[in-house]
């Protein structure tokens, strides 16, 4: 007879339960791996908007509310990347009307542009033009001044939390709704004078964004 080796099972049920257990988890994880391949292609058609996916629903390493600061370009903000970082970390609302500050005065940039184009076009009619330009020019002066008032105390907040954290939270909290409060309102008034360029810029179609982004949070989640 022939001997059975150290440790086989005698029986013959577990030997087969675990060679079915093998074939099951064999498609599993080629179902996950075609998921995972699914997942970069549609990441790298989406490119910078599909890393933002990435690194909102699914990147494990978050550093505030399940996102990860990822720098972007402020054209029309002065603070240096780690304190824009900082104000994402400690003082979000704030950062988020940073970023549509400098989403109000690239618009600003571009109407001014478009009516010099104008003016330029028909030179007979300049005054007209002029006189239009004064009133954008008017507000986007008035949202740049608001918002250079703010970068001062952020600066100073963000260097005394480098020196001194507790200290630093503290004038966080004393001072951050001011100028979270401040911002929104210099925003207010810049967006009501934006808000005619903004309807008529192109719409994105319906559901497209959404849809691709409930469908990636459904597979994976």
């Excluded at 940039?109 to 002029?130: G, L, M, S």
């Amino acid at each position: 007879m022939k001997k059975k080796k150290k440790g086989e099972s005698k029986d013959p049920a577990a030997k087969g339960k675990s060679g079915d257990e093998s074939k099951t988890t064999e498609p599993k994880k080629k179902s996950l791996l075609k998921k995972l391949i699914i997942l970069l292609v549609i990441l790298g058609i989406l490119g910078g908007g599909g890393f933002f996916v990435y690194t909102k629903f699914f990147s494990n390493s978050a550093t505030k509310g399940g996102q990860v600061y990822q720098p972007v370009p402020l054209a029309h903000v002065t603070l240096p990347d780690e304190m824009l970082a900082f104000c994402f970390a400690r003082m979000p609302e704030l950062y988020d009307a940073l970023v549509a500050f400098n989403g109000e005065m690239a618009l600003f940039e571009a109407e001014i542009a478009r009516i010099d184009a104008v003016a330029t076009k028909y030179p007979d009619q300049k005054k007209i033009a002029d006189a239009q330009k004064k009133v954008w020019d008017k507000g986007m002066q008035s949202l740049k001044k608001s918002f250079e008032k703010l970068e001062k105390p952020i600066r100073e907040t963000f260097v005394l939390f480098q020196v001194n954290q507790a200290q630093g939270q503290e004038k966080i909290d004393q001072t951050a709704e001011q100028m979270i409060q401040a911002a929104n309102e210099a925003l207010e008034k810049s967006q009501e004078l934006t808000a005619p360029l903004k309807e008529a810029m192109p719409k994105v179609p319906e559901g497209m964004v959404k849809g691709t982004l409930y469908k990636l949070k459904k597979m994976f989640l």
